[in-house]
């Protein structure tokens, strides 16, 4: 039996927990005979640090936004260079992780932050890690904290992503454009135009990003209730405060929704619906283009949802909302302009067509071929059955 770890971040969920699940989900019902464990460096390390950096996160976001921001950008995302990174605590992880190694015994591993696969790839370079280790990407690029030396294949979300890896020395052997791991019960959809609006049959729209309290919603809120020719499903998550205080106004055209547990729920709910507003998460925006619903983002938080934005906007992928403008006109703008519609549809089959891997199949099929490597002669024939490449050319 083959045995794979999965190294999120913290136990708090997040896009991380949501790849990993993923992933972890997809070969539970594609391969036989395999065990899967999805652990934290940080509890393993300290519990109760991992509890203190979760809990200061959210604090630091909520009341020191700007200064988050800055700290991000130029110390975790630098492109080119790590060097500015704090070096003291390496050794503390580094030796747990060698340590979780020893005591599990994988025979493949998967970092969906970029923080264990760092300690990773330092102990690939010591020598002190053999095992297989593949990066899953979360957001649409790659910050300076990935380990790259070392790691035996990258699950990349954009083609830009793949450049910048290549741009390194020596060029990453596996590289694989995939886009950001989606859940297998998110199944794909069928985008269904609107060239008008009828009072008795609105527009649903879902409405995320409100259950963690964070994100400038107030105003969105207040333009929700005055925009009545579209019926909003607001996502609640855990926050029962925000779930009451939308109940409380007793509006028609919106529907406040509790934690969805199931899967087969929220799918249904993107089945039912003509677009989503939200918040620039990876994993998010990578169920909206899964299911072909146009996005409208309200707001992004500081450090990694800003620089999904500085992407996703140029891409064409999603639509950035003004605060300045009325909600109701800019929804009716977009998703009545058969042109933009067209465009935008092209600009989601254009990134679709980009990715190596297509589908569920050729994920398990690439994910195999680093679990149980082949010999030359047998990999040389299945990449000439691809249509994608296993790896870069030397």
Known sequence: MKKILFFPHLRMQSGHHQAAEALMDLLDKRLNDIEMKKIDLFTETNSLLEKTIAKGYLKWIRHAPASYDFVYKHIFNDTFSNE???KW?????????????EREQPDLI???????SSMLSKLKLKGKCQI??????????????WGREGIDAHLLPTEASKKTLMKYKPIP????????????????????HRTSFDATDQPTVIVAGGNSGLGCIDNL????????????????????????EIRSWNLNHIEAMPYLSSRDDMNELYNQSDAMITKPGG????????????????SALP??????????????????LSSNNSLEKQLQHVLMDETLMQRWQQTVNQYQQQRDIKNDTEMVRFIESILNPMSEENLAEVKSERRYLYSVPE
């Open 173 to 192: 052997k596996h590289l694989a454009i995939s886009g950001i791991p989606v859940h297998p019960d998110i199944t794909g959809k069928t985008h269904r």
């Open 110 to 116: 998967f970092c969906t932050h970029s923080f264990p």
């Open 221 to 244: 809120f207040e333009q929700l209730k005055l925009s009545k020719s579209f019926r909003f499903k607001v996502l609640c998550g855990n926050n029962k405060k925000l779930l009451e």
């Open 283 to 298: 994993v998010t925006v990578s169920e909206g283009i899964k299911k072909n619903l146009p996005m409208f983002i309200h």
């Open 303 to 320: 450090g990694q949802e800003e620089i999904n934005m500085e992407y996703l906007v140029p891409a064409g992928l999603v639509f950035e």
């Open 84 to 86: 500015r990174q704090f």
């Open 89 to 101: 605590y390496q050794p503390i992880f580094m030796r747990k992780m060698k340590q979780i190694i």
């Open 132 to 145: 297989p280790v593949i990066n899953v990407y979360t957001d649409f690029f790659i910050n300076s904290v």
